[in-house]
């Protein structure tokens, strides 16, 4: 396909690369900054524009790959035709699309993704709606190009993944920010954790969460929770969350 990128960032800049690996042509991509724009058009060997009213109108599809919050701002500087328009985002209903798109969808790689790190996208789920079975077949066969785990839910369905996406990635990334903070303070290497980590992760593959849980709040052990409060003494708000996510457990596991 002939594909038209509207975004330059994370999401942007991995997908187009996964596409174009695959066998797509990616005619452009557009960015509200220039530089950012031709950083990525050079990797994907494109032009780019940093002008909206210089997007092209020669493709097959155009990908919104950029925040939720602009996503309305610039669909509405622009006409869009007769050509399919997807967003790539989790918590954003497809029917935002409706006032300015004749065709629309949604076509949303479920991953947290950054610039520099390349992924694999052939197990990464790729989540896809649509406003007609015509534009969902042709999304199908886009998403089946690069993953071979394709899935169609609907919009009340991608917003609760990603609010489940909240809590196991984004959260848990800051609890390891966290961990780290507190073992620089006392100038431990964060290294000591990464074997913890890997593991952790690992059992979810085979067992629930919830089976898989250890530490002293699944026990209820008060007195091990106590010295752990009293060290976090200089720290109140993660001594308060210590005690919020503790309790948690300590209701899961009663």
Request: glycine residues 6%; negative net charge; contains cysteine.
């Amino acid at each position: 396909m002939r594909i038209c990128l509207i975004g330059a960032g994370n999401m942007a800049t991995q997908l187009g690369m996964a596409l174009l690996e695959k066998g797509h042509q990616i005619v452009q991509v557009w960015s509200r900054t220039q530089q950012r724009a031709s950083g990525l058009a050079s990797k994907l060997n494109c032009p780019y524009t940093a002008e909206i009213s210089s997007i092209i109108s020669e493709t097959d599809i155009y990908i919104l790959a950029i925040n939720d919050t602009a996503i309305e701002s610039v669909l509405a500087q622009r006409s869009w035709g007769n050509t399919l328009v997807v967003h790539t985002a989790g918590s954003t209903p497809m029917n935002i699309l409706a006032g300015y798109c004749i065709n629309y969808g949604v076509f949303y790689p479920f991953q947290t993704f950054t610039i520099e790190k390349k992924v694999d996208f052939d197990r990464i789920p790729v989540c896809i709606e649509a406003n007609t079975p015509q534009n969902l077949e042709v999304l199908n066969g886009l998403a089946q190009s690069i993953s071979q785990n394709i899935k169609l839910f609907d919009s009340n369905q991608r917003q609760q993944i990603h609010l489940a996406a909240v809590f196991v990635c984004n959260f848990v990334n800051h609890f390891y920010a966290i961990g780290e903070e507190l073992l620089v303070d006392k100038g431990i290497d964060f290294e000591i954790l990464k074997p913890l980590i890997i593991e952790t992760a690992s059992k979810v593959v085979y067992q629930s969460p919830e089976s898989s849980q250890t530490g002293p709040a699944s026990r209820n052990d008060k007195i091990v929770m106590d010295k752990h409060l009293a060290m976090l003494a200089d720290y109140p708000d993660l001594k308060n969350l210590y005690s919020l996510i503790s309790e948690r457990i300590i209701q899961t596991h009663k």
